[in-house]
């Protein structure tokens, strides 16, 4: 079964306060992506990264960053929280080439005050 | 920009009756996915056109016309269990490598 985890599941932060949330895949997966997810606007894509090192831009970007430092790891940061990032964040992990399938982690849900 | 379509929003069963979930996307697609969500849980793959073949548990089966935009997800016989929101997927810019775009899903409710 593959596996996503994201660290921390939950969080509550201070507006302008910087928000770091992990995620760790064992599937070997080559691409890996930052959700999140909102009443009334459901996913969106915020980053994605196909390799090491090297992450672009998805729907929603203004606000993230986004860092790819090994295959396995993917983290999405947010240098000055505000409150309108409010929302729950879902990693995923996919590989196109063997099944387009996207594998989720449990989320990390984020309240910014 | 893309968009994905789902009816109806909500959904209430009794246990043992069937459903439809309806998709509807901006774009023709030669295949498009189904996801389940538990309230605050994970997204769980379900169904990945045009693998018609793979169902689960034999009561979920989806079916679309390859010259259409638009995909139904059927439940037989539904059960509690099923309760949950249901989304729909298609590929991000029409590209599975840059992800899937999805819609705001159908939350069913299946009472006793």
């Known amino acids: 079964e593959a596996a996503v985890t994201q660290s921390p599941r939950s969080k509550v932060a201070v507006t302008g306060g910087k928000v770091t949330l992990s995620c760790h895949q064992t599937?070997?997966?080559?691409?890996m992506y930052w959700y999140r997810q909102d009443t009334g606007h459901g996913l969106r894509l915020i980053h994605y990264?196909?390799?090491?090192?090297?992450?672009e831009k998805g729907d929603i970007p203004d606000g993230y960053k986004a860092s790819r430092p090994s295959q396995e790891n993917f983290s999405l940061i947010l240098e000055l929280a505000s409150l309108s990032q409010t929302a729950v964040y879902f990693c995923?992990?996919?590989?196109?080439?063997?099944?387009?399938?996207?594998?989720f982690g449990e989320g990390s849900r984020l309240i910014v005050v | 920009g893309q968009q994905v379509q789902q009816s109806p929003a909500s959904l209430v069963l009794q246990e043992g009756e069937n459903a439809e979930l309806q998709c509807t996307y901006s774009t023709t697609l030669n295949s498009m996915q189904w996801f389940y969500q538990r309230p605050g849980g994970r997204l769980v793959s379900l169904l990945y056109s045009p693998s018609w073949a793979e169902q689960r548990g034999g009561r979920l089966t989806s079916s679309a016309a390859s010259n259409e935009s638009r995909s139904s997800l059927h439940i037989s016989s539904s059960q509690i269990t099923d309760s949950g929101t249901y989304l729909c997927a298609i590929p991000y810019r029409n590209n599975y490598a840059q992800g899937l775009t999805f819609g705001l899903g159908t939350r069913v409710s299946v009472f006793p």
């Open positions: 990264s196909y390799v090491a090192d090297s992450t």
């Open positions: 599937n070997n997966h080559d691409y």
């Open positions: 995923a992990s996919s590989d196109p080439g063997a099944g387009n399938t996207l594998y």
